[in-house]
């Protein structure tokens, strides 16, 4: 069974628009093979070598998307129970040793940037809250070893 890919509707679009943008280039690309062919001894013909290279970049590119895409699972239509943390959720959580909060919503791997609140579901203190209710405490298992954290507040946008 292939792994469900999640992702926010804006992220989905965006990503179907690059499809397309890519899919339009490799036409162009082909196109600027054959005219590089056309021209002869394909040697030294740094055009033809560097359209072809450019090609198979885009045909990986168009092929992770195109895996990607039809394995999505739009957050936005996610029926979840909103008493707990799961994916899409905006979650405000105090470090109970340094008694600071920060806020994040959990987000699937590809949209993660926890510098802009965004965190993947796949890291270790996303891993922690998950399943948690506003209120409870939970351990994270970090890379500098585990930690005590509270769910302080829960909330689904």
């Known amino acids: 069974m292939v792994e469900p890919f ?13 499809l397309k943008d890519l899919k ?24 033809y070598h560097a359209a072809k ?3 198979a970049e885009t045909l990986i590119r168009i092929q992770e998307l195109e895996t990607r895409l039809r394995n999505a699972q739009i957050t936005d239509d996610l029926t ?24 994040y919503t959990l987000v ?29 405490t939970f351990e994270a298992i970090l890379p500098r070893g585990p930690k005590t954290y509270k769910l302080v507040k829960l909330e689904y946008k």
Not at 6 to 18: D, F, P, Q, T
Not at 80 to 103: C, H, L, N
Not at 111 to 131: D, H, I, M, T, Y
């Open 108 to 136: 699937g791997s590809m949209e993660s940037n926890p510098e802009k609140g965004l965190l993947s579901v796949k890291s270790p203190l996303a891993n922690g809250v998950l399943g948690k209710k506003e209120g409870e």
């Open 24 to 47: 339009d280039l490799k036409a162009q690309l082909s196109t600027e093979i054959g005219d590089a062919a056309a021209q002869g001894d394909l040697k030294e013909n740094a055009e």
């Open 6 to 18: 999640y992702v926010s509707r804006k992220k989905y679009e965006a990503l179907v628009n690059e």
């Open 80 to 103: 979840v129970d909103k008493s707990e943390a799961r994916i899409g959720a905006t979650v405000t959580i105090q470090d109970m040793s340094a008694g600071i909060e920060f806020t």
């Open 53 to 55: 290279e450019k090609q």
